[in-house]
T-cell receptor
C-alpha cells in the first residue's frame, strides 16, 4: 500500500526559506492537498491547502506539479517559533474508496 | 469557545475498562473527524461524520471502537474493553462542509491504558 511520505527532519536557520516535500503517489483524483503544523501536546493547525499549481497565503506557499503526485510546502522566512512537525494530508485511493491519509511528518528545527 | 473542544484532556484507564471521549466541534460545522495519533507518529484516520451520518468508519481498528454523533453536533468516541495498544492521543477535527475543506483540530485526549 503506497504511503504518503515526507523527510523525517530538516534543520534551518532564522530568516531562511524552507521547502518541505510530500510524496503522495496514490492521491485521489478529486481530493485537495492540505498542510498542517503541529506543536507538542497540541492538535494540528491548518497552514495551506491547494488542488493544483501554486497557492500562496500570508504564511506559506504550496507548489503542486501537474501530476499531483507530490507537493512542496514553502515557508519563506522561518523563525524560531516555526520549529514544529509539519504534515501533509491527502485523500488516497484504496480498494474500498478514498481514505484521508496524513504524511509521515517532518520535524523542522530552526536555530539562530 | 471558538475552537474544537475535547474532553477529558487526559484519561487513564485499566485494561478491560470502557472509556468515552467527547468532542465539541465548531458550531455549524457539518463534518467531524476522529483520528488516532500514537507517540511520534502522524494521525491515523478513524471515522468521519457528515451531520449525524457516519459516512466512513473504515479506520476504526476493531469492533471495540464505536463513534456516534446523534444530533449532528457533539460526538463521542467509545472504546470498549480497552487494551494497552489503545494508548494514544485521540484527535477530533471539524470542517465547515466537506472533507476537502480545512479541518480545525482540538488538542486531543491523551489515553493511557495501564
Amino acid at each position: 500500500l503506497a504511503k504518503t511520505t515526507q523527510p523525517i527532519s530538516m534543520d534551518s536557520y532564522e530568516g531562511q526559506e524552507v521547502n518541505i516535500t510530500c510524496s503522495h503517489n496514490n492521491i485521489a483524483t478529486n481530493d485537495y492537498i492540505t498542510w498542517y503544523q503541529q506543536f507538542p501536546s497540541q492538535g494540528p493547525r491548518f497552514i495551506i491547502q491547494g488542488y493544483k499549481t501554486k497557492v500562496t497565503n500570508e504564511v506559506a506557499s504550496l507548489f503542486i506539479p501537474a501530476d499531483r503526485k507530490s507537493s512542496t510546502l514553502s515557508l519563506p522566512r522561518v523563525s524560531l517559533s516555526d520549529t514544529a512537525v509539519y504534515y501533509c494530508l491527502v485523500g488516497e485511493h484504496t480498494g474500498g474508496g478514498n481514505k484521508l491519509t496524513f504524511g509521515t511528518g517532518t520535524q523542522l528545527k530552526v536555530e539562530l | 469557545g471558538a475552537g474544537v473542544s475535547q474532553s477529558p484532556r487526559y484519561k487513564v484507564a485499566k485494561r478491560g475498562q470502557d472509556v468515552a471521549l467527547r468532542c465539541d466541534p465548531i458550531s455549524g460545522h457539518v463534518s467531524l473527524f476522529w483520528y488516532q495519533q500514537a507517540l511520534g507518529q502522524g494521525p491515523e484516520f478513524l471515522t468521519y461524520f457528515q451531520n449525524e451520518a457516519q459516512l466512513d468508519k473504515s479506520g476504526l481498528p476493531s469492533d471495540r471502537f464505536f463513534a456516534e454523533r446523534p444530533e449532528g453536533s457533539v460526538s463521542t468516541l467509545k472504546i470498549q474493553r480497552t487494551q494497552q495498544e489503545d494508548s494514544a492521543v485521540y484527535l477530533c477535527a471539524s470542517s465547515l462542509f466537506s472533507s476537502n475543506q480545512p479541518q480545525h483540530f482540538g488538542d486531543g485526549t491523551r489515553l493511557s491504558i495501564l
